[in-house]
Nanobody, 121 residues
């Protein structure tokens, strides 16, 4: 089994910053990709940012220049530094881990439980 746990959400004023963390534990050989998604009320879940094991990054256009994704492979942890937050960033943020439970196993996707980020004055 693989467990994925997020932390770091909360309430912040517009223009403020938050840092999300997500760690995976359990039967893990390799984590290929780590990513953050978000889902606002009445909207579909969307990719916010992703990072490969080698460090290649991808961002949604709406967060480029404001959010930074990073990872610590030794700790099986991914971070999302969110700066210059806007009310439209309000959503539940979910962590996704692309895990191989052994070297030759197929990749499996695991999700965290979600953490609420609210940007409001």
């Amino acid at each position: 089994q693989v467990q994925v746990v997020e932390s770091g959400g909360g309430l912040v004023q517009p223009g403020g910053s938050l840092r999300l963390s997500c760690s995976a534990s359990g039967s893990i050989a390799i984590i290929n990709t780590m990513a953050w998604y978000r889902q606002a009320p009445g909207k579909e879940r969307e990719l916010v940012a992703g990072i490969t094991r080698g460090g290649s990054e991808e961002y949604a256009d709406s967060v480029k220049g404001r959010f930074t994704i990073s990872r610590d492979n030794a700790k099986n942890t991914v971070y999302l530094q969110m700066n210059s937050l806007k009310p439209e960033d309000t959503a539940v943020y979910y962590c996704n881990m692309g895990v191989r439970r052994s070297v030759f196993a197929s990749r499996e996707d695991y999700w965290g439980q979600g953490t609420q980020v609210t940007v409001s004055s």
